[in-house]
Structure formats: C-alpha cells, structure tokens
Nanobody
Framework: QVQLVESGGGLVQAGGSLRLSCKAP???????????MGWYRQAPEKERELVAT???????DYADSAKGRFTISRDNSQKKIYLQMNNLKPEDTAVYYC??????????WGPGTQVTVSS
C-alpha cells in the first residue's frame, strides 16, 4: 500500500474553484512514476466514482461530469498530483480521494478530503 496525503478541500459557493493536492511522501521518484494516479469521489449514499486519472507520461482521462471544468495534473519530481476544479456545482459535493494504481497492486487510497459546494 502507498501512503497518500490529500489537501485542499473546503467549502465553496457554486461557480467557485478549488485546487486539491495529493502527495505520496514515502515513494521515491522512480517508483512514483510507475503508478497511474487519480482522483475519485464519493457522495453520501452513493458509490465511489472516478473523477480523473493521469499516467506518468501525463495522459489524462476524465469522467463526463468533470470534462471542461476539472483539470488533473502531475509533478513527478514532487511526487504530487493536483485537481483544479472550476465552475463547481452543488452536485460536486463529495469526499474526494486520491488513488495510486498499478495493475498488479490495485488501488491505494488516501484518507479523503471533503469538498462542499453551496448553492
């Protein structure tokens, strides 16, 4: 399992922006680059769902709900990923989880950070 630490959640009004960060403090650079990193979210009484993923070569993938509003980025040298969220909507309210994934090891998860969007 990979230790992941998220930050940047909070309360924002609809239409506002937030930037989430996630760091893998105990991974060395060369190991960090083997992981597909991503953001997932879970709203109350709903399943955890994909928001966005990014490979080491910075290929990205987004859920339809995130396209055009959210941007995932990655700094391999800092062992960090980010999620810039713009034009936030009340339906974006959820706990956001950072993920580190490999096909052999599966997912490692951070503890999550709460994002609340008020209308």
């Amino acid at each position: 399992q990979v230790q992941l630490v998220e930050s940047g959640g909070g309360l924002v009004q609809a239409g506002g922006s937030l930037r989430l960060s996630c760091k893998a403090p105990r991974l060395i650079f060369s190991v960090f680059t083997t992981y597909i990193m991503g953001w997932y979210r879970q709203a109350p009484e709903k399943e955890r769902e994909l928001v966005a993923t990014i490979t080491s070569s910075k290929t990205t993938d987004y859920a339809d709900s995130a396209k055009g509003r959210f941007t995932i980025s990655r700094d391999n040298s800092q062992k960090k990923i980010y999620l810039q969220m713009n034009n936030l909507k009340p339906e974006d309210t959820a706990v956001y989880y950072c993920s580190a994934y490999t096909p052999t090891g599966g997912h490692s998860w951070g503890p999550g950070t709460q994002v609340t969007v008020s209308s």
